[in-house]
């Protein structure tokens, strides 16, 4: 009994800190509308979702070096820099983005459109300025590949490679995207014969709709880039404004090259007028612009009917530069935004449920006591979810299962201590006597049981990933919670109200 | 004061025999229903493919499944969601599953698209991590069992903590083969609910294990088995109350948990039983047999 008036004190502490860490989550979630700078403050110290309730991406990449040079770890680091500020541009709230084993890098978004992101993340965005053939040459080029295969019809070639090209609006030639195969098998047999002159190849355009049919330009280009990516110092999306019809209300990008390209660019531009200069994404051919004149400022655009989120997506991966090599996603759990809040309805209702019969029950079963060790759970979800926003903690839809399993658990506790003390007060202990040994008895088992349960959470925090850590997190945390809420808030109580009052007749 | 259960005097221990032959014959139909049907593996563990669509409009397995041969996928899983207009569609073959995947949603866009599907998840997993992911799952559990074995030999003795390592091994298999019965999904999240199975479990171990720790002393000198027996008496109520709100709180989140969390609450369920009851009649019956073979010398 000693101490009584610290351990009531504690109690209130707690009770304090409980309601404080929790506010900002109920706040947050329970306000409709909210200034965007509260909300952003709030957000901050309020329970953070994980993306099995938000809704998100989480996606394992690894480093494909089959065709790149150089030491994977490097890679690895060097394409995780690119990432970061790819995303960091985009405008993620709170990404997270983790080395992986040696060649792997994780990235989570939560709430994002996930085509978008996966563009934005995948694409290599590697830009090059190629010089194009002029027409006459291209022309002979197709002749002499018409030859080859001449006399050669096999079931793959039946017909001659000229025959395959259609023009697209008169300047450009295409290739309807059914004969694509066709079109490709033979252009690499060509290029090993060396029909194809080895400092030039062939390049296609995207895939576009011409006259109703999905076709595809094709270019014959110089094989080594006058300039590439490297060159750039901003890259900007601006809505077009020319007149050319099919560009009407698109978007396109505005490079600005860094001082030293600047003036290889002008000596390019001045030396090829009335050639064409392709700029080339991926190896797939943005456009390809006449030269008209000396282009002195180091400014160029790459014109593409871009959608505007499109283009903004295409500026950012400029600005950040090209991953040093591709990557290729060998993990990926997606939640869409309609599961996620499907999933923390359902969850909340299913937990309130169960936590009103839990809570009735304790009550009717052992009345006065019962109360206070209901006081004592609520206690313990509050400071549950506080704890667990205070630290950043992840609540996950297992993580809910958890906070209900932890409920489970209090009320054991809280069986094994009240059992413990009817038992005491039937071989007519009195009331103080059968609190103080119900409590000290029941303590090891409550003790070693949370221990063991710990134990479990332990290997599943370390082994788990995503929201089975957040599960873990919740039941460790929930345990420690347990441990302090169902045995010492109890006891505390139950000893001062029985000090207080001199309780002669213990409702329990 | 209301009290469900009043001063039980049951000889558990007498019955352990029934528990044998119970325990025997799971142990062998869950064997052999792990044979003959084998775990159906979720894409966590077997790599591949996973699609979550919902539909605003009904809609038929057999137009998704026509939609899908177009893009040559007429073998993929299709399975409605009982009762809702969703369709969880899975890949046959492991290889490349991210390009399975942005197929599917790509054919499904543009095939229904005045009954747009909403993308309610999406999860592609390549063999080789699924491979990973399994041999660390595997590590897990047995890391987990194994510690619990000597947190128990720790705290009581050795007899107790061979014979709750047993009795895990034994509600685990039990509630594995009632997932392989009932067609569910081994997934990560299962395995959470394995290993909490494994906590609780033991958890209930340890509070019989106490009650005879604490009674050694008052019962001096009386046999083992009359010890237990009078133990688990004594922790009966607690058993029956705790047991009984546990598995209500998971009934709440099995029906109205969503389908998310279903089969996490099914495998607690499941293991929540089989794991209070082999606390006494796998724990204590091996615990009693052990003594009763080879009585430990008496101090």
Same mark, same amino acid.
């Given at each position: 009994?000693?101490?009584?008036?610290?351990?009531?004190?504690?109690?209130?502490?707690?009770?304090?800190?409980?309601?404080?860490?929790?506010?900002?989550?109920?706040?947050?979630?329970?306000?409709?509308?909210?200034?965007?700078?509260?909300?952003?403050?709030?957000?901050?110290?309020?329970?953070?979702?994980?993306?099995?309730?938000?809704?998100?991406?989480?996606?394992?990449?690894?480093?494909?070096?089959?065709?790149?040079?150089?030491?994977?770890?490097?890679?690895?680091?060097?394409?995780?820099?690119?990432?970061?500020?790819?995303?960091?541009?985009?405008?993620?709230?709170?990404?997270?983005?983790?080395?992986?084993?040696?060649?792997?890098?994780?990235?989570?978004?939560?709430?994002?459109?996930?085509?978008?992101?996966?563009?934005?993340?995948?694409?290599?965005?590697?830009?090059?300025?190629?010089?194009?053939?002029?027409?006459?040459?291209?022309?002979?080029?197709?002749?002499?590949?018409?030859?080859?295969?001449?006399?050669?019809?096999?079931?793959?070639?039946?017909?001659?490679?000229?025959?395959?090209?259609?023009?697209?609006?008169?300047?450009?030639?295409?290739?309807?995207?059914?004969?694509?195969?066709?079109?490709?098998?033979?252009?690499?047999?060509?290029?090993?014969?060396?029909?194809?002159?080895?400092?030039?190849?062939?390049?296609?355009?995207?895939?576009?709709?011409?006259?109703?049919?999905?076709?595809?330009?094709?270019?014959?280009?110089?094989?080594?880039?006058?300039?590439?990516?490297?060159?750039?110092?901003?890259?900007?999306?601006?809505?077009?404004?020319?007149?050319?019809?099919?560009?009407?209300?698109?978007?396109?990008?505005?490079?600005?090259?860094?001082?030293?390209?600047?003036?290889?660019?002008?000596?390019?531009?001045?030396?090829?007028?009335?050639?064409?200069?392709?700029?080339?994404?991926?190896?797939?051919?943005?456009?390809?612009?006449?030269?008209?004149?000396?282009?002195?400022?180091?400014?160029?655009?790459?014109?593409?009917?871009?959608?505007?989120?499109?283009?903004?997506?295409?500026?950012?991966?400029?600005?950040?530069?090209?991953?040093?090599?591709?990557?290729?996603?060998?993990?990926?759990?997606?939640?869409?935004?309609?599961?996620?809040?499907?999933?923390?309805?359902?969850?909340?209702?299913?937990?309130?449920?169960?936590?009103?019969?839990?809570?009735?029950?304790?009550?009717?079963?052992?009345?006065?006591?019962?109360?206070?060790?209901?006081?004592?759970?609520?206690?313990?979800?509050?400071?549950?979810?506080?704890?667990?926003?205070?630290?950043?903690?992840?609540?996950?839809?297992?993580?809910?299962?958890?906070?209900?399993?932890?409920?489970?658990?209090?009320?054991?506790?809280?069986?094994?201590?009240?059992?413990?003390?009817?038992?005491?007060?039937?071989?007519?202990?009195?009331?103080?006597?059968?609190?103080?040994?119900?409590?000290?008895?029941?303590?090891?088992?409550?003790?070693?049981?949370?221990?063991?349960?710990?134990?479990?959470?332990?290997?599943?925090?370390?082994?788990?990933?995503?929201?089975?850590?957040?599960?873990?997190?919740?039941?460790?945390?929930?345990?420690?919670?347990?441990?302090?809420?169902?045995?010492?808030?109890?006891?505390?109580?139950?000893?001062?109200?029985?000090?207080?009052?001199?309780?002669?007749?213990?409702?329990? | 004061?209301?009290?469900?259960?009043?001063?039980?005097?049951?000889?558990?221990?007498?019955?352990?025999?029934?528990?044998?032959?119970?325990?025997?014959?799971?142990?062998? &139909? /869950?064997? #052999? *229903?792990?044979? @003959?049907?084998?775990?159906?593996?979720?894409?966590?563990?077997? $790599?591949? =493919?996973? !699609?979550?669509?919902?539909?605003?409009?009904?809609?038929?397995?057999?137009?998704?499944?026509?939609?899908?041969?177009?893009?040559?996928?007429?073998?993929?899983?299709?399975?409605?969601?009982?009762?809702?207009?969703?369709?969880?569609?899975?890949?046959?073959?492991?290889?490349?599953?991210?390009?399975?995947?942005?197929?599917?949603?790509?054919?499904?866009?543009?095939?229904?698209?005045?009954?747009?599907?909403?993308?309610?998840?999406?999860?592609?997993?390549?063999?080789?991590?699924?491979?990973?992911?399994?041999?660390?799952?595997?590590?897990?559990?047995? &890391? /987990?069992? #194994? *510690?619990?074995? @000597?947190?128990?030999?720790?705290?009581?003795?050795?007899?107790? $903590?061979? =014979?709750? !390592?047993?009795?895990?091994?034994?509600?685990?298999?039990?509630?594995?083969?009632?997932?392989?019965?009932?067609?569910?999904?081994?997934?990560?999240?299962?395995?959470?609910?394995?290993?909490?199975?494994?906590?609780?479990?033991?958890?209930?171990?340890?509070?019989?294990?106490?009650?005879?720790?604490?009674?050694?002393?008052?019962?001096?000198?009386?046999?083992?088995?009359?010890?237990?027996?009078?133990?688990?008496?004594?922790?009966?109520?607690?058993?029956?109350?705790?047991?009984?709100?546990?598995?209500?709180?998971?009934?709440?989140?099995?029906?109205?948990?969503?389908?998310?969390?279903?089969?996490?609450?099914?495998?607690?369920?499941?293991?929540?039983?089989? $794991?209070?009851?082999?606390?006494?009649?796998?724990?204590?019956?091996?615990?009693?047999?052990?003594?009763?073979?080879?009585?430990?010398?008496?101090?």
């Amino acid at each position: 009994m000693r101490n009584i008036g610290l351990r009531v004190g504690v109690v209130i502490a707690l009770i304090i800190i409980g309601l404080y860490t929790f506010y900002p989550t109920i706040k947050l979630y329970t306000s409709k509308q909210l200034p965007k700078d509260e909300e952003n403050a709030l957000l901050k110290r309020a329970i953070h979702l994980g993306l099995d309730l938000k809704g998100g991406m989480h996606l394992v990449l690894e480093v494909d070096t089959t065709n790149v040079k150089g030491n994977p770890s490097d890679l690895r680091d060097r394409a995780m820099e690119i990432i970061k500020n790819r995303i960091d541009e985009f405008g993620v709230y709170e990404p997270m983005i983790e080395k992986q084993s040696s060649s792997r890098i994780l990235v989570q978004l939560p709430g994002v459109d996930r085509e978008r992101a996966l563009n934005l993340i995948g694409r290599i965005a590697h830009l090059e300025f190629k010089l194009a053939a002029d027409e006459q040459r291209t022309s002979t080029i197709i002749k002499d590949i018409d030859k080859l295969f001449e006399g050669k019809d096999t079931m793959a070639f039946k017909e001659p490679f000229s025959s395959y090209i259609i023009s697209v609006e008169r300047v450009d030639i295409g290739i309807d995207m059914r004969d694509e195969d066709s079109v490709k098998a033979m252009t690499a047999q060509a290029q090993a014969q060396g029909v194809i002159p080895p400092d030039l190849e062939f390049l296609f355009g995207p895939r576009e709709i011409y006259e109703g049919r999905e076709v595809k330009r094709f270019y014959l280009l110089k094989k080594e880039a006058e300039l590439t990516g490297d060159a750039i110092r901003d890259a900007k999306h601006l809505p077009y404004q020319g007149q050319e019809l099919q560009y009407t209300g698109s978007w396109y990008i505005q490079l600005e090259l860094k001082r030293e390209a600047a003036r290889k660019f002008a000596s390019i531009t001045g030396k090829n007028i009335n050639k064409r200069l392709a700029i080339v994404l991926d190896n797939i051919v943005q456009s390809a612009p006449y030269i008209r004149e000396r282009i002195p400022q180091g400014r160029a655009v790459i014109q593409g009917r871009f959608r505007p989120e499109e283009a903004r997506d295409l500026a950012i991966v400029l600005r950040a530069g090209a991953l040093p090599a591709p990557l290729k996603v060998i993990e990926e759990r997606s939640v869409g935004p309609s599961l996620g809040r499907d999933s923390i309805n359902m969850g909340i209702r299913a937990s309130f449920v169960g936590a009103v019969f839990v809570i009735l029950f304790m009550l009717i079963y052992y009345s006065l006591s019962g109360f206070v060790a209901d006081f004592a759970l609520w206690l313990n979800i509050i400071l549950l979810i506080g704890i667990l926003s205070a630290f950043r903690g992840t609540l996950t839809m297992p993580g809910i299962a958890g906070i209900a399993l932890t409920i489970g658990m209090a009320v054991d506790a809280n069986i094994l201590i009240f059992e413990r003390i009817r038992e005491e007060l039937r071989i007519g202990k009195t009331i103080r006597t059968a609190i103080s040994q119900g409590f000290s008895r029941a303590w090891l088992a409550i003790f070693d049981s949370n221990v063991t349960t710990i134990i479990s959470g332990i290997v599943l925090y370390i082994f788990g990933t995503g929201p089975i850590r957040g599960f873990a997190l919740t039941l460790m945390i929930g345990l420690i919670t347990n441990l302090i809420c169902a045995v010492f808030v109890t006891k505390a109580i139950l000893d001062y109200f029985t000090l207080k009052f001199e309780v002669t007749k213990l409702r329990i | 004061m209301i009290e469900l259960i009043k001063n039980p005097n049951l000889n558990f221990m007498d019955w352990r025999k029934y528990g044998y032959i119970f325990s025997g014959t799971m142990i062998v &139909l /869950a064997v #052999l *229903l792990l044979i @003959i049907r084998g775990p159906r593996l979720g894409v966590d563990f077997s $790599g591949g =493919a996973l !699609v979550w669509v919902k539909f605003e409009k009904p809609t038929e397995t057999s137009d998704i499944r026509i939609s899908l041969g177009k893009i040559g996928q007429v073998q993929a899983s299709i399975q409605k969601l009982s009762g809702t207009n969703e369709f969880v569609i899975r890949s046959v073959e492991k290889k490349d599953p991210a390009k399975f995947g942005e197929e599917v949603i790509e054919q499904l866009m543009r095939d229904f698209s005045d009954n747009p599907p909403d993308l309610r998840a999406k999860e592609t997993v390549e063999p080789k991590i699924s491979a990973e992911l399994t041999r660390d799952t595997i590590y897990a559990v047995l &890391l /987990a069992l #194994l *510690l619990m074995g @000597i947190y128990v030999w720790f705290r009581f003795d050795f007899r107790f $903590g061979a =014979a709750s !390592v047993i009795s895990l091994f034994h509600d685990i298999l039990i509630t594995i083969s009632a997932l392989v019965l009932t067609s569910r999904e081994f997934t990560i999240p299962v395995v959470g609910a394995l290993l909490t199975i494994v906590g609780y479990s033991i958890n209930d171990t340890i509070v019989i294990s106490d009650r005879i720790r604490e009674n050694k002393k008052k019962l001096r000198g009386r046999p083992l088995r009359e010890l237990i027996n009078t133990s688990i008496n004594e922790t009966f109520s607690r058993t029956i109350l705790t047991g009984s709100f546990v598995i209500f709180t998971l009934f709440c989140l099995f029906f109205l948990g969503g389908p998310v969390i279903a089969d996490f609450a099914f495998t607690l369920i499941v293991g929540l039983i089989f $794991g209070t009851y082999s606390s006494t009649f796998v724990v204590c019956a091996i615990v009693v047999e052990w003594e009763e073979k080879f009585p430990k010398k008496k101090k």
